[in-house]
């Protein structure tokens, strides 16, 4: 189908303005001239004798030869296609005989331990291994809380700059919203007493934790200070409530304190953030003060 089509299109309109028999080859243009030399290899791989060599001079008649009569090379074909030297090798066929090259043992060699199976991790041949050999130092103490450390001044400059509200309840959320306190809040917030001068009125907070400088200083003052238990969940509840809302889960229920903690915090912590502080009970009053 393609031949019957191209070869009376080449014949009659290419072939005439590219070549004509009163013409010298000299006259032909270079781009005449790669239309011919084209023509011409496409005649010899599809036409044969067909009508594309009759209009052709005799030096291009030669499959393998150009206008000057020099002979080049033929164009590439899809057989001539092949990868680049190194980018595939073939795949290593162990245990295959002996014509594969890595056949009968493999590569592993004649019998011994490293020919029948592998060892254990850390292996060394029997003698003590690295880690056995080498002292242990230090301890990690699985039950360690790391808090972040606030102080009183810089909670005073903040609310004086107007990003804390000292009529509501400063909770852990209300400092981090307000940059008093890092994004990466681990177990808690720890109230420290630098710049406890700064708190001439009283003002309400809840932390995990809380020092006694700092603690007698919003007393003195007229407020209060809460410490506040919570475990991870909690706290992120705390922190990113919307994170519960995105995912169309319910906020989790207060958990109480483990007994070793019972002592060192007053209450379970709220859910959501609390806006008003709770008042202390007697019993709680009394515990505080021992």
């Known amino acids: ?41 496409y005649s010899n791989n ?17 499959r393998n030869m150009d206008f000057a009569g020099r002979s080049y090379s033929s164009l590439l074909a899809l057989n001539d296609l092949s990868d680049n030297k190194g980018s ?26 490293k020919a029948r199976g592998t060892m254990k991790f ?25 808090f972040q450390p606030v102080g009183l001044g810089k909670i005073a400059k903040l609310i004086n700059a107007g990003k804390i509200d000292s009529s509501e309840l400063i909770t852990m959320k209300t400092l981090k919203d307000a ?16 710049g406890a001068e700064l708190i001439e009125w009283p003002i309400h907070l809840e932390v995990s934790r809380v020092t006694v400088r700092a603690k007698s200083a919003v007393e003195a003052a007229g407020g209060s200070v809460r410490r506040v238990h919570y475990n991870k969940l909690g706290l992120r ?13 319910e906020l989790p229920k207060a958990a109480r304190p483990p007994p070793k903690l019972q002592d060192k915090v007053d209450s379970i912590g709220r859910l959501p953030a609390p806006t008003k502080p709770i008042p202390f009970t007697s019993e709680e009053k009394e515990s505080m003060a021992c």
């Open 237 to 249: 509840a705390l922190l990113k409530p919307e994170w519960f809302e995105k995912k169309r889960r």
């Open 46 to 62: 599809h036409f044969h004798n067909g009508v594309l060599g009759s209009g052709l001079p005799s030096q291009l008649h030669g």
């Open 179 to 194: 940059g008093a306190v890092g994004k990466q809040i681990e177990d808690g917030v720890r109230l420290m007493g630098r």
């Open 122 to 146: 850390g292996f060394e041949g029997g003698q003590t291994p690295l880690r056995r050999r080498v002292p242990k130092r230090g301890f990690n103490n699985p039950f360690s809380l790391t």
């Open 1 to 41: 189908m393609l031949r019957r089509k191209l070869s009376p299109l080449f014949s009659t309109t290419i072939c005439n303005l590219a070549l004509k028999n009163s013409s010298p080859i000299s006259h032909i243009s270079p781009k005449q001239i790669r239309c011919v030399e084209f023509l011409n290899y």
């Open 88 to 113: 595939t090798t073939q795949k290593t066929r162990k245990g295959r005989g002996i014509g594969s090259g890595k056949g009968k043992t493999a590569g592993r060699g004649h019998k011994g331990q």
